[in-house]
T-cell receptor, first 113, second 113 residues
């Protein structure tokens, strides 16, 4: 049973465009939702995260939108750049205790000039 | 450089051979994790250690064993390697749980023939 469903699997965006990656979850106990960015040959790195007490969080060109009632959250990359080309993973966990992250299957983003 | 160090970076095993993947962190983190990454499957948790002296199974523990040797080191052992264990293995650590962010190593690419 896949706890976090991520789409699309791959995405091609023109330079300067908006990249949007979506995730949905089933477990209502989840209350921490990070996004990780992975470049080829490297381990993933934390990009941005949100908790369900807010509907949006913005850091530079990266924004998480969160819809608690729909159990969905998404990553928006504004003014996408070739340097943003990477694999992006959404994830979820319970804030309480030390429950490990559950990751989505990843989205390979290519930003073309 | 501070971070998570994984050894080896590459390994080819024959079916039935055994090996241990090493992971060490120098950030005084309490929690450590082993994930495997396969194309189209995302990151799946194998085992984790919430704190020194404890280990727990993740989503895909079959065929693996772990040892939390001390606070710094968390090793993953394949007792009898199978082709299905061909994957990229990532070790990660966090201060105390996912809300503090995971720091990932650069991975071990394992091929079982």
């Amino acid at each position: 049973q896949q706890q976090v469903k991520q789409s699309p699997q791959s995405l091609i965006v023109q330079k300067g465009g908006i990249s949007i990656i979506n995730c949905a979850y089933e477990n209502t106990a989840f209350d921490y939702f990070p996004w990780y960015q992975q470049f080829p040959g490297k381990g993933p790195a934390l990009l941005i995260a949100i908790r369900p007490d807010v509907s949006e969080k913005k850091e530079g060109r990266f924004t998480i939108s969160f819809n608690k009632s729909a159990k969905q959250f998404s990553l928006h990359i504004m003014d996408s750049q070739p340097g943003d080309s990477a694999t992006y993973f959404c994830a979820a966990s319970r804030n309480s205790g030390n429950t490990p992250l559950v990751f989505g299957k990843g989205t390979r983003l290519s930003v073309i000039a | 450089n501070a971070g998570v160090t994984q050894t080896p970076k590459f390994q080819v095993l024959k079916t039935g051979q055994s090996m241990t993947l090493q992971c060490a962190q120098d950030m005084n983190h309490n929690s450590m994790y082993w994930y495997r990454q396969d194309p189209g499957m995302g990151l799946r948790l194998i085992y984790y250690s919430a704190s020194e002296g404890t280990t727990d199974k993740g989503e895909v523990p079959n065929g693996y064993n772990v040892s939390r040797l001390n606070k710094r080191e968390f090793s993953l052992r394949l007792e009898s390697a199978a082709p299905s264990q061909t994957s990229v293995y990532f070790c990660a650590s966090s201060t105390q749980g996912p809300i503090y962010g995971y720091t990932f190593g650069s991975g071990t690419r394992l091929t079982v023939v």
